[in-house]
């Protein structure tokens, strides 16, 4: 028997698609993703740190980086932001998702620079942004280097701001800003 669409293999889950699949999708439509600023708070519900992760990118710079990826076919919203944090932060990050998550706004990644502040050169994408608060121990994951925890003054500080791709540095702001930080 051959994979298929119908039939999930171990190295292609139910719902994922393979490499040249995905690859005429995002050459055809725009792709949903979540994007999660993750943050601490104070006993009183205020953002004091937040959560931002060191990667290298496919060009070999290293850059700053917000919890982001794909909702998979079927998948629910809250559902891919917890596989998400998990992925990039731990399983034991423990997230503190609403039961009915509302984004603090919507970004509209383009393959062609200049066109909204948010730049991804492999596709059309269309992203909820969210700020989610984390209570437990958060280590870098995946293809993650290191997990820095900044006070929102420091992460929306010009030197963070520049090592941020694709507009992530505008959306960490206007989070910073949904939550009365700046």
Not at 26 to 31: D, E, G, K, V, W
Not at 100 to 118: C, D, L, R
């Given at each position: 028997m051959t994979a298929?669409?119908?039939f999930p293999t171990p190295d292609r889950p139910d719902g994922w698609l393979s490499a040249d699949d995905i690859a005429q999708v995002?050459?055809?439509?725009?792709?949903?993703?979540?994007d999660a600023v993750p943050v601490r708070v104070d006993d009183s519900g205020d953002v004091i740190a937040v959560g931002l992760l060191l990667r290298v990118t496919r060009e070999g710079v290293m850059s700053r980086a917000l919890v982001s990826g794909r909702?998979?076919?079927h998948e629910r919203v809250r559902d891919a932001l917890l596989r998400h944090i998990e992925k990039d932060l731990g399983p034991v990050a423990l997230p503190q998702i609403p039961a009915?998550?509302?984004?603090?706004?919507?970004?509209?990644?383009?393959?062609?620079?200049?066109?909204?502040?948010?730049?991804?050169?492999r596709q059309h994408a269309v992203s909820l942004a969210y700020v989610v608060p984390v209570s437990g121990d958060c280590q870098p994951q995946n293809d993650a280097i290191d997990l820095a925890w900044l006070t929102p003054e420091?992460?929306?500080?010009e030197q963070v701001q520049v090592e941020m791709n694709g507009g992530q540095?505008?959306?960490?702001?206007?989070?910073?800003?949904?939550?009365?930080?700046?």
């Open positions: 298929s669409a119908e995002r050459r055809s439509l725009p792709i949903v993703y979540v909702v998979m076919y009915s998550p509302q984004p603090f706004t919507v970004a509209e990644y383009f393959p062609t620079p200049g066109i909204t502040a948010y730049h991804d050169p420091e992460a929306c500080a540095g505008a959306l960490l702001r206007q989070a910073m800003a949904f939550v009365g930080r700046i």
